[in-house]
């Protein structure tokens, strides 16, 4: 078993930290939030993540799992120091690779002669070469293992993943890397570093794509008076397509794939590409923000100007409390420059946020309310029974951004129902 180190205690960083303490290492987890570092160190995970707490909860009981302050206090003696920082985007659409390499720089001089840095970070395809550089230690080598972790299932794709990807310009650092993941059932694609790092922008691309192509069909379907939920089925059972993420919706969001199109389309262009199917793709899902506002509007009569609009759901998907880079934020923001009054409601939402009455439950969200706009998928919601909360609007309209609401029981309701592409 080995020693590793996680810097960031985010929600990749956490999760790998968790899931490498359940396969048997040694984990030390350093983190610069200090409030956070003490909280983990309780047991207490501050972010809502299927099966993380219980992990870090066996992994603080069993000895194997233990949160600092810093990365500097993490990495004393380990064999492995794995960087999960953030790579947030710089205005120019690129990564901003600051966190990574004053990590690379802090760690450097304490790292053990022969331990391996990993990157886990998703970073332009070059980070590996301007982490060894950062980090002045020839002895050192730097490998790149990219995560294709969902939030909401972060903790199941960790141990179940459908490949693990580790890149190096070292067969036997690769080889080292990779037997951190025994009990893993996962095939390994060994690849070199700037490999790796395209494998991970490509995946959340060509995934990414696959939503803006259904929401342009789903904008076809409306078009030509057929059902996308038909034509999902019907292209999906083709192997070669499949049926994952061919969900119409009110556009992806997230901490990943806005951030992550953005920079490969930056990254192309800096190598001397046009990625103009990519500039499509990020096109396609502003667009969808915005057909999803026209379809709320006609729902309010044609004006927004002083109406009231309960929503149902916040996040940027269920299952998940992060709201960064939300279709629904960026959706309520557009509507208020209307003039529209929100009423929002989340079940992992507490906190005030900027223009939106925040409400304790889906019924105040809906008091008085001449549109509901059902924005993120959270099951909760299927339930509803459609009467009640038609009694509680002042109009029975519905926008199911999701196309998660069981649609006849809602017009028998008496509700004028728009799903997406249906
Ligand atoms: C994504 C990838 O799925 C992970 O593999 C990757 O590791 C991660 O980014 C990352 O780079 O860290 P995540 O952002 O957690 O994971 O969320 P997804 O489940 O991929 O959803 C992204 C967005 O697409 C959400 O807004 C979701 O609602 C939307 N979506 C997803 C659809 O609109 N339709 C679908 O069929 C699927």
């Known amino acids: 078993m080995a020693k590793i180190a996680v810097v960031g205690a985010g929600y990749v960083g956490l999760t790998t930290a968790a899931c490498f303490s359940h396969l048997g290492h040694e984990v030390v987890c350093g983190d610069i939030d200090a409030e956070r570092v ?17 992990l870090v909860v066996d992994g603080l009981r069993h000895g194997r799992l233990r949160f600092v302050v810093g990365a500097a206090a993490a990495v004393a003696g380990v064999e492995f120091a ?24 802090e760690i450097g001089p304490l790292l053990a002669s022969e331990s391996i840095v990993v990157n ?38 960790f141990l179940h993943p459908d490949r693990i990807v580790v890149g190096a310009d070292d067969p036997n650092a690769a080889s080292r890397v990779a037997a951190l993941y025994l009990g893993v059932p996962a095939p390994f694609i060994v690849t070199d570093p700037a490999s790796a790092e395209t494998i991970k922008y490509a995946a959340n691309a060509f995934l990414a794509a696959k939503i803006s ?13 057929a059902d996308v939920t038909d034509v999902v089925l019907g292209i999906g059972s083709d192997k070669r397509i499949g049926h994952d993420f061919l969900r119409p919706g009110p556009g992806w969001g997230g901490s990943c794939f806005p951030k992550d199109t953005r920079a490969l389309v930056r990254i192309a262009e800096d190598a001397g590409y046009d990625f103009d199917l990519l500039r499509g793709v990020i096109s396609v899902n502003s667009q969808q923000h915005a057909r999803v506002v026209d379809k709320i509007r006609d729902a309010a009569g044609g004006s927004l100007d002083g ?3 309960g929503v149902w759901g916040l996040t940027f998907k269920a ?23 929100v009423q929002g409601y ?20 809906c008091a008085g309310a001449r549109v509901l706009a059902v924005l993120t998928e959270w099951d909760d919601f299927r339930w509803i029974d459609p009467e009640h909360v038609g009694e509680l609007m002042s109009a029975r309209q519905v926008v199911d951004a999701r196309n998660l609401l069981e649609r006849p029981a809602w017009q028998r309701a008496g509700f004028t129902y728009q799903g997406i592409g249906r």
């Open 319 to 341: 299952r998940t409390d992060d709201l960064r880079d939300s279709p629904s934020l960026a959706i309520i923001e557009a509507l208020r420059r209307e003039g529209a009054v």
């Open 346 to 365: 989340d079940p992992t939402v507490e906190r005030e946020l900027d223009g939106i009455q925040l409400c304790v439950d889906p019924y105040e969200a």
């Open 307 to 309: 109406v009231v609009v």
């Open 213 to 225: 192509f259904v929401n342009a069909i789903a904008a076809v379907c409306e078009a030509v008076g």
């Open 82 to 105: 794995y960087l999960c920082v953030p790579t947030p985007q710089a205005p120019d659409g690129a990564a901003d690779l600051t966190f990574v390499e004053s990590v690379a720089a």
């Open 120 to 157: 886990k970070s998703t970073v332009p395809v070059g980070s590996t070469r301007i982490v060894q550089r950062a980090l002045r230690r020839p002895d050192v080598l730097v490998v790149s293992n990219p995560e294709f972790l969902r939030e909401g299932s972060a903790v199941h794709d």
């Open 38 to 54: 003490a909280r983990l160190a309780e047991g207490d995970v501050p972010i809502v993540e299927e099966g993380l707490e219980q």
